[in-house]
């Protein structure tokens, strides 16, 4: 299922033509063959069943805010999902489980938490999509990702026609990855999370983030403190939804932060780095493509790398899903002449390529 995201997106009601540009962020993507709504967990489940068994083709979408549709759209039948709750399972002195559903806007939930005095997802705030999109992608910001709190993912299985519970090992958590991405198999229903009872944030990991709450990394501050200062971040770089803000008619990120052994990390150069899994090497993305000589604004056709964030590719309002790819291809062949590193995209890519 592609990422979804916000309330003006997922509470849509399909469009008079089926355009698909009506549930994407990037306001980008051709007509659907047919589009069905589904408002409880089970009439998803019977949607992607009779799909199923009937071999027609079929997207799910939440709201969009992680997929480029092609310009001619998605030929099948395209099933939105609208599912809501969110609903206290267990709870103790020190922790809380609760289940929301997949169609559950995620910001939504995250303030949701941070009222409820819930700590663990605070600094995911601001993030587009549904909260069934977020183990998907592993979402994650700000030194916090969904891994760290899943507790189970209820899901669908079409090849053992059962809803699942699933355990955070099963679902394969990596970085951006998980078992649920570029896989047909599964149809995420409901998401467990595990949160701390506590007034304060988590330990706050992240080095901008620190800086602008006043803060060591690892210091602890108030939920609301956190969750105001990431959506003042993420305003700055055009990360939190505004309608007339062209910069925020995108994906995100469109290219992730590409991962090197330590041995060909080593023949680059200086330049900014992190370590990751296994002794490998993470390199920002958004150096590279700046250093490769694609500044931000840098323009195509109807589209541009945002004026605020070198990794978010823009719809200006009269951009198509082509041109876009265009913008992208560029971008990525730029890097790779540079540097030899090749960076691969974020979102979920339907009825086209990059």
């Known amino acids: 299922m592609p990422d979804a995201y916000a309330d003006h997106l997922t509470d849509t009601p399909p469009a008079p033509d089926n355009s698909l540009a009506a549930y ?98 605070e600094c995911l705030s601001g993030i587009p999509g549904s909260a069934g999109a977020t183990p998907i992608q592993n979402v994650g910001a700000y030194g916090q990702e ?78 609301r403190h956190a969750r105001d200062t990431v959506l003042k971040l993420r305003a700055g770089k055009g990360m939190v939804l505004d309608p007339v803000d062209r910069d925020t008619w995108s994906v995100g990120s469109f290219f992730t932060n590409p991962v090197v052994s330590a041995e060909f990390f080593a023949t680059l150069g200086e330049m900014p780095h992190w370590p990751a899994a296994d002794g490998t090497v993470k390199i920002p993305a958004a150096w590279l493509i700046e250093q490769a000589g694609f500044p931000k604004g840098f323009a195509g056709t109807g589209v541009a790398i945002s004026s605020k964030h070198t990794l978010a590719l823009t719809n200006r309002g009269d951009g198509t899903t082509g041109a876009l790819l265009d913008l992208a291809r560029t971008i990525r062949d730029g890097v790779r002449d540079r540097f030899g590193v090749e960076l691969h995209p974020e979102p979920v890519l339907i009825n086209c390529a990059l």
């Open 146 to 223: 969904v891994a760290h709190t899943i507790e189970a993912v209820q899901a669908y299985d079409r090849v053992a026609d059962e809803v699942r519970s699933m355990s955070p090992t099963e679902c394969g958590f990596g970085y951006r990855s998980s078992v649920f991405k570029h896989n047909d198999r599964y149809l995420v229903l409901s998401v467990d999370f595990r949160l701390a009872r506590s007034a304060e944030s988590a330990p706050i990991r992240y080095a901008e983030l620190a800086r602008d709450l006043g803060v060591s990394a690892g210091d602890r501050v108030p939920l």
């Open 24 to 121: 994407t962020t990037l306001r980008l993507g051709g007509p659907a063959g047919t589009v069905t709504t589904a408002v409880h967990a089970d009439e998803a489940v019977l949607t992607v069943r009779k799909s199923s068994a009937s071999g027609r083709p079929l997207l799910i979408l939440a709201g969009g805010s992680n997929v480029v549709i092609g310009d001619s759209g998605f030929p099948g039948e395209v099933l939105l999902l609208r599912t809501r709750g969110i609903e206290v399972v267990t709870e103790g002195a020190a922790s809380v489980v609760v289940r929301v559903a997949a169609g559950e806007p995620w910001d939504g939930f995250v303030e949701h938490a941070v009222t409820n005095g819930w700590s663990g997802v």
